[in-house]
C-alpha cells in the first residue's frame, strides 16, 4: 500500500524566500507523480506533473523533481510571494493518486 | 479556467436526509471519474472510481449503499449521500483525467462540496 509524506507540515516564511517541500513515498512503482496546491475551502489545483521517467518539470517559479528509485521528490518555490500561501498535496500515482499528507505554507509580506 | 465542475459548493441537510452532489467535465468526456472525501487538516481520500455506463469502484471501508454514485454520461457523476448523519459532513471533491489517461495527463478536481449535516 502505497504511503506518502510530505515534510515539513507546516512552513512560514517571509516573502521573498526560496522554498523546499519535500514528498517521500513508499513504492517506486509510479506513473507519475504530481503535485497540487490547495486553497482553504476550494479544491486542487495542478501545479506539475512528471511522468516517472522525467527527472523534473519546471513552470514559472515551480520546479518539481522526482527520483523514483529513492521515492522522492522536492517542490522548489522560487521567490516566493504572499499568493503562494495555500497547502501544497503531492501525489503519486499508479492505478490512482494517494495523496500525502500536505504541507501548509504561509508567506508574510 | 475550470475543466471539472462541482454543484453544489456547499449544501447544508437534516440528518436522515439525501443529498446529490454533481460532478461535470466542463469541455471533455471523461469516462472515469474520482470522488474524494476531505476531513479537516486531512488529507484527501479516494472513496470511489466512477465509471461511465458500469458500476462504480468503491475503496475499502466506503459503503456503496450509503454513497451512490452514477456516471450516466461522459461528460456528468453524481454521488448522493443516503440516509445522511453528522459523520458525514466533509468536504468532497470529483476529479476527473483530460487527455490520454492516468498515466499521462494531470488529474482535474473540481472546487469541492461542503456538506454540513445537523
Known amino acids: 500500500k502505497q504511503e506518502v509524506t510530505q515534510i515539513p507540515a507546516a512552513l512560514s516564511v517571509p516573502e521573498g524566500e526560496n522554498l523546499v517541500l519535500n514528498c517521500s513515498f513508499t513504492?517506486?512503482?509510479?506513473?507519475?507523480l504530481q503535485w497540487f496546491r490547495q486553497d482553504p475551502g476550494k479544491g486542487l489545483t495542478s501545479l506539475l506533473l512528471i511522468q516517472s521517467s522525467q527527472r523534473e518539470q519546471t513552470s514559472g517559479r515551480l520546479n518539481a523533481s522526482l527520483d523514483k528509485s529513492s521515492g522522492r521528490s522536492t517542490l522548489y518555490i522560487a521567490a516566493s510571494q504572499p499568493g503562494d500561501s495555500a497547502t501544497y498535496l503531492c501525489a503519486p500515482s499508479l492505478e490512482k493518486l494517494v495523496f500525502g499528507t500536505g504541507t501548509r505554507l504561509l508567506v508574510s509580506p | 479556467g475550470a475543466v471539472v465542475s462541482q454543484h453544489p459548493s456547499w449544501v447544508i441537510c437534516k440528518s436522515g436526509t439525501s443529498v446529490k452532489i454533481e460532478c461535470r467535465s466542463l469541455?471533455?468526456?471523461?469516462?472515469?471519474m474520482f470522488w474524494y472525501r476531505q476531513f479537516p487538516k486531512q488529507s484527501l481520500m479516494l472513496m470511489a472510481t466512477?465509471?461511465?455506463?458500469?458500476?462504480?469502484?468503491?475503496e475499502q471501508g466506503v459503503e456503496k449503499d450509503k454513497f451512490l454514485i452514477n456516471h450516466a454520461s461522459l461528460t456528468l457523476s453524481t454521488l448522493t449521500v443516503t440516509s445522511a448523519h453528522p459523520e458525514d459532513s466533509s468536504f468532497y471533491i470529483c476529479?476527473?483525467?483530460?487527455?490520454?489517461?492516468?498515466?499521462?495527463?494531470?488529474?482535474?478536481f473540481g472546487n469541492g462540496t461542503r456538506l454540513t449535516v445537523t
Open positions: 513504492d517506486s512503482a509510479i506513473y507519475n
Open positions: 476529479s476527473a483525467y483530460k487527455g490520454g489517461g492516468l498515466s499521462h495527463s494531470p488529474l482535474h
Open positions: 466512477s465509471n461511465e455506463g458500469s458500476k462504480a469502484t468503491y
Open positions: 469541455d471533455f468526456q471523461a469516462t472515469t
